[in-house]
């Protein structure tokens, strides 16, 4: 079995050198020994380093699947390690970046902006039928209180309601969704990941420094190839079915120029 203080060294790394089996093995055999003793502060302790674990390793993993060009993958592994982070922050203090989940926090949503995902599903549903997930208890819209709290840890678990009966009302289209995972995929339409690409061909780890400023000019016709040779009664190259005396000949609309930037300066 190896010890906590070495599996803390592992964790600080930026590459595992252990596998992820050795890791997590060891930490819950550790968590079920301080359960047997009733250490309940260690059982907790083993339990925030196994959520370092999987906010870092999902971190790392969204990264390559970037590098690999699996973009949609990506994205859930960024919202998974979110989640995963979310439930760390009451329960652990990493202000001075420890195990670098400071710099994972703020890192997520830079990615998640350069995603050209804007449209999300979102359930309504009632939810009446429950279950704790610490002592099995079966809880209902009355009953709903076992002694065990959501979101607390109880012998090395977070405590939460497995839902066992659900009746779904309808299905939403929004824009901020609680559920990033709801990405919509609009038939005939094709994400553009061309920012990621970008990016991501000059970044050579996760924890490369890298940022980016936003220009805005106004956008014209003339500067795009789609639109050379192009007659007023012609149907409009963008695909918007008007002709392009009605479209964007007038356009004032504004375009965007991302100007990246990475610690190594390799890239503009």
Request: a neutral charge.
């Amino acid at each position: 079995m190896i010890i906590i203080n070495d599996i803390e060294l592992v964790l600080r790394q930026r590459k595992f050198e252990l596998k992820k089996e050795d890791i997590t093995n060891n930490l819950k055999e550790q968590k079920e020994l301080a359960v047997r003793n009733d250490n309940q502060d260690q059982a907790k302790y083993i339990w925030c380093l196994e959520q370092v674990f999987k906010v870092k390793s999902l971190f790392i993993e969204a990264f390559n699947l970037m590098k690999k060009g699996d973009f949609e993958k990506a994205w859930l592994s960024l919202d998974r390690s979110d989640i995963e982070l979310s439930f760390l922050k009451p329960h652990f203090d990493y202000s001075d970046n420890k195990y670098e989940l400071e710099y994972i926090e703020k890192e997520i949503p830079k990615y998640q902006k350069l995603f050209p995902y804007d449209f999300f599903s979102s359930r309504e549903s009632i939810e009446s039928d429950f279950t704790c997930t610490i002592c099995g208890a079966k809880l209902g819209l009355r009953k709903n209180e076992c002694g065990h709290r959501v979101g607390q840890i109880y012998n090395g678990e977070m405590c939460g309601r497995q839902v066992n009966e659900i009746e779904f009302i309808s299905i939403s289209i929004v824009k901020k969704p609680m559920d990033k995972y709801t990405i919509l995929h609009v038939e005939g339409m094709e994400y553009n990941y061309f920012l990621l690409e970008t990016l991501i061909q000059y970044l050579d780890n996760p924890f490369e420094k890298w940022g980016y400023d936003i220009e805005e000019f106004d956008w014209n016709y003339k500067n795009d190839e789609r639109y050379k040779n192009i007659g007023r009664n012609d149907v409009c190259p963008c695909k918007s079915g008007k002709k392009f005396k009605k479209c964007c000949l007038i356009d004032k609309r504004k375009t965007k120029h991302y100007k990246f930037w990475g610690e190594n300066c390799k890239f503009l």
